[in-house]
């Protein structure tokens, strides 16, 4: 069988695979030996020794243990390349704001001082890249290997809508008077075209589920919005914020935007898909028929989708959530403090889903009737 799929697959092919392993063997190769494209100095630890070790505990009860860590690095590049530096690295068993650092570990610098044939600096940053394109190449090879061609179609889409998103956010932060709820608005008509028309195609059931997660976006996000200028906005909490010079409602109602776009259009093209494949199965199938089956594969993918999103928010902030309870913060203090933010988002996220399950099954059946008219 594995001998079958082998012979079947096209020179067209073997030549993608083939760009595909230069690139990423090329890609690799070169955050190995990079070190050259940084205006920063980066050194690479040598050697390591643990001068001081001390027990604490703070007024709460809670033990760490703090360390004083020796480390010999070699410079990679700039003026001091090939030299050795002395370097200091204090950390915690906690590691909540720094980390040990072991032979090997490549590491930016900033030179202190230099006497002699001794330099001594300090780190300010670990290079990470090296280990970010690892991870980034799994999440190509896994697409490829499961979605075919249209994983490649989903690697170009999401190419494209992380450069768009940049580029928006990079005029919001030059031009002040822009607005960042029109921007994102913006941004998510491209996203949900982008995606949707490259993974899926031309075809009616793709504009059926562009339609779906349009409508039910703007619903979704009107009703979180009249909600919240009812109440005022009283119980959400806005002090993660605090450093922005931007107005933090805007700034929230944006990511909302943002956020529930995701889970929508999922949905949206799940139900579409699904109605259209009823359809091609049995093209004389009444509309009663794919009603009922509409609504029934909604409530089955209805729950997960909702917990999956539910999770996803919150997540984010249980190491903040555990640092607020180990520090004897009170539970409601704390849950109103990390989640009043995550939870709106959550549930805004949530009415988005439900909405877009009868949303997209009726704009599936409007296109489906539509076609069947044609035929």
């Not at 059926?208 to 005022?232: D, E, M, Y």
């Not at 009663?288 to 928010?313: E, N, P, Q, V």
Request: proline share 1%; hydrophobic share 50%; glycine share 8%.
């Amino acid at each position: 069988m594995v001998l079958n799929r082998i012979r079947n697959i096209t020179t067209w092919q073997w030549i993608l695979f083939l760009i595909v392993a230069i690139c990423c063997l090329g890609s690799i190769a070169f955050v190995h030996q990079n070190h050259s494209f940084y205006d920063r100095p980066i050194a690479k630890v040598i050697d390591t020794t643990i001068k001081e070790e001390t027990s604490v505990t703070d007024m709460h009860g809670n033990e760490d243990t703090l360390f004083v860590q020796q480390i010999v690095a070699r410079i990679m590049n700039g003026e001091e390349k090939g030299r050795d530096v002395q370097l200091v690295n204090e950390y915690s068993s906690s590691g909540a704001y720094d980390q040990q650092y072991h032979i090997g570990n490549e590491v930016f610098v900033s030179i202190d001082s230099k006497v002699g044939e001794q330099v001594a600096g300090s780190i300010t940053d670990v290079k990470r890249d090296k280990y970010v394109l690892v991870v980034a190449w799994i999440f190509v090879f896994t697409l490829l290997i499961v979605g075919h061609k249209q994983g490649l179609l989903a690697i170009v889409g999401f190419v494209l809508n992380v450069l768009v998103l940049s580029f928006a956010l990079d005029i919001y932060v030059k031009y002040y008077e822009v607005s960042l709820l029109v921007v994102c608005g913006i941004c998510i008509l491209l996203f949900t075209t982008i995606s949707l028309l490259l993974v899926s195609g031309r075809t009616e059931k793709t504009y059926a589920a562009i339609v779906a997660t349009l409508v039910a976006t703007v619903i979704s996000l009107s009703i979180t919005s009249l909600v919240i200028w009812i109440t005022s906005g009283n119980g959400l909490r806005y002090e993660e914020m605090q450093f922005l010079t931007r107005p933090y409602h805007t700034i929230f109602m944006a990511g909302l935007f943002i956020g529930s776009l995701g889970a929508i259009m999922d949905v949206a093209i799940t139900m579409s898909s699904s109605m259209f494949a009823l359809y091609e199965r049995d093209r004389t199938i009444s509309v009663k028929a794919l009603r009922a089956s509409g609504l029934d594969i909604g409530k089955d993918i209805m729950g997960t989708i909702t917990s999956i999103l539910f999770f996803a928010y919150i997540s984010g902030s249980i190491p903040m959530l555990i640092l607020y309870l180990k520090n004897a913060s009170p539970v409601g203090f704390a849950l109103s403090m990390n989640l009043s933010l995550e939870l709106a988002r959550a549930l805004a996220g949530g009415i988005g889903i439900v909405l877009t399950i009868p949303i997209g099954l009726y704009t599936a059946i409007f296109f489906i009737e539509r076609k069947r008219a044609r035929i």
